[in-house]
């Protein structure tokens, strides 16, 4: 069998502690529990990609979506949930496929990390296990899906473009040509990341043999790393259409705070103890491999070269690139897993592998436990939240303003984009769809001409707001925004995250539905002062 394949019986992890390969693939697999226990997963954009989701695949059916949407197809380097969920969702059902597509991440990016590790390693390490709760890292949390459906297939590309270092450039460029434009396709940040991996690993290897000259012919073919330039045709192309100013440059105070959110979900002090665990093992794997080279711990440049590049990016990007937020700081969890799977024990550690499989697996299950009820819970208080659909008639607009938590690290109520189920359930119009173009497909058109059209429309206070408004300032924003609604353009006005019992509504809104954190009123402009 070729050494470089994810043969998982003969793993150093298998060896003396855990008894059979199906554990391994248990673990994988026990990533998507939150998904799994949940009707919809309580991602933040998750919904807002719902919503577009239903536009893309029954516009063309659709009379009441035809009313206030359009879609133009486009070729964007954002497109992986959209292309496997084209034939799901006439076989399961739009929600459903979507779950399904969701719950396959995380188990795809954990098989990833394993493979990319076996192919450098040989072995499976213990050091594995601490990149499980990465699967879930906050760009998941986020609903980031086709960036980290990008990031997944990046590192199953990468050990197969190690695997075939010894073919002919012919047949290389003939595998990885299309599997560069594919993960390009994806997302461009996974093909981004592709080439990051590659790339360090190409320099790693040299600086590891000595080859101190590889630098300047990195892309010329006698290396083999030009199939994966394929991309940049497409990429001119795309870029023309590209709207979006980049920002945020050398922002460090952006950068430390995105590096706390990595594990962020709903428990703070897990989350900071998890991550600051994970700091210090890379910490201690350099500190052991290269200050007091001890002999016990290595440090792989094939894999610690690339972590050291996507560090530097970090460093360099600004936190708004183009259409892309959180540029820089998104590419952390991906940066921690890289250098994790770096580090090398050498044989017969068994003490030291046994502590750090038991630290490993202990972190790992109380965070995937954790995760998993929360995520439960969160199902079952947004089921209660879209309860207000039913009181919304098909193909109507809904005006849709919701409290922005800002900073908040907990992502406590996840309800910034919740009223997209109302595209998705009701065939309607919310002002909460993205409108960018080069990057998204549908044109929102329900509202067009009033500054209730598209996100950030809906948040209270604005989308960039740096921390959370006082109770009562927070009402004034609210009840300063109601007043400036459009009344002959909406039917609906559905106010999130905020306690019904706090809005003093005018007399043209009719109260229709309201629970802790939602309250749904119909617009009588008739009712409204002349």
């Known amino acids: 069998m070729n050494k470089a394949r994810l043969n998982l019986t003969t793993t150093s992890v298998t060896r003396g502690i855990f008894p059979h390969p199906l554990i391994i693939t248990a673990l994988c697999l026990a990533t998507a529990l939150p998904v799994l226990l949940t009707d919809l997963p309580p991602l933040v954009d998750f919904f807002g990609h719902l919503g577009h989701y239903r536009i893309q695949t029954g516009l ?10 359009d879609y133009q197809w486009g070729l964007v380097p954002n497109l992986g949930f959209d292309l496997i969920l084209a034939p799901l969702a006439p076989l399961l059902g739009l929600e459903r496929a979507a779950w399904l597509i969701t719950l396959l991440i995380p188990p795809l990016m954990a098989f990833g990390f394993a493979r990319t590790a076996r192919a450098v390693q040989g072995e499976l390490p213990v050091t594995w296990l601490f990149t499980l709760p990465l699967t879930l890292a906050y760009p998941f949390q986020l609903g980031f899906l086709n960036y980290w ?6 590192f199953h590309l990468f050990p197969t473009w190690l695997q075939t270092a010894s073919h002919l450039p012919g047949r290389r ?15 461009g940040y996974g093909w981004g990341i592709l080439v990051v991996l590659s790339v360090g690993a190409a320099l790693g290897g040299a600086w590891q043999r000595g080859d101190r000259g590889i ?23 795309w870029g023309r259409g590209l709207t979006g100013e980049s920002s945020g440059w050398f922002d460090l105070q952006s950068k430390v705070t995105g590096l706390t959110m990595v594990l962020r979900d709903q428990w703070p002090l897990l989350d900071y103890s998890s991550l600051a665990i994970m700091i210090m093992l890379i910490m201690a794997g350099l500190l052991l491999a ?7 711990v290595s440090w792989l440049p094939v894999l610690g070269t690339p972590a050291l590049l996507m560090f530097a990016l ?7 690139l183009s259409v892309s937020a959180l540029a820089d700081v998104r590419l952390l969890p991906v940066t921690l897993a890289t250098a994790l799977l770096a580090i090398r024990l050498s044989p017969g550690q068994h003490r030291l592998t046994g502590m750090l499989t038991m630290a490993g697996l202990v972190i790992f299950l109380t965070r995937t436990s954790v995760a998993t009820a929360g995520f439960m819970t969160l199902d079952r208080d947004i089921a209660a939240h879209l309860k207000a659909l039913e009181k919304i008639t098909p193909g109507s607009r809904v005006a849709v303003l919701v409290k922005n938590p800002c900073r908040d690290h907990r992502l406590v109520h996840r309800l910034n984009h919740i009223d997209a189920m109302a595209i998705v359930r009701r065939d309607a119009f919310t ?7 080069g990057s998204h497909r549908v044109l929102p058109l329900g509202g067009a001409g009033t500054p209730f059209n598209a996100d950030p429309s809906q948040f209270i206070p604005g989308e960039a707001c740096k921390a959370p408004l006082k109770p009562d300032e927070q009402i004034a924003a609210l009840q300063q925004r109601i007043a400036q609604i ?7 006005l559905w106010v999130i995250n905020f306690e019904p019992r706090l809005i003093s509504p005018p007399p043209w809104l009719i109260s229709l539905y309201a629970d802790d954190l939602t309250s749904l009123y119909r617009i009588d402009p008739a009712q409204a002062n002349p």
């Open 290 to 296: 290269y200050v007091l080279k001890s002999g016990q």
């Open 314 to 320: 970090i460093l360099l990007m600004p936190s708004q």
């Open 215 to 237: 630098a300047t012919g990195l892309f010329w073919p006698s290396l083999g790393c030009w199939p994966l330039l394929a991309p940049l045709l497409p990429m001119a192309l």
């Open 60 to 69: 063309a059916d659709s009379p009441l979506l035809q009313r206030h949407w």
């Open 149 to 154: 459906l990008g990031v997944a297939i990046a």
């Open 431 to 437: 002002n909460s769809q993205w409108n960018i173009k």
């Open 173 to 187: 460029a003939a595998i990885f040509v299309p599997a560069s434009l594919l993960a390009w396709l994806i997302h």
């Open 486 to 492: 459009p009344l002959d353009r909406f039917d609906y």
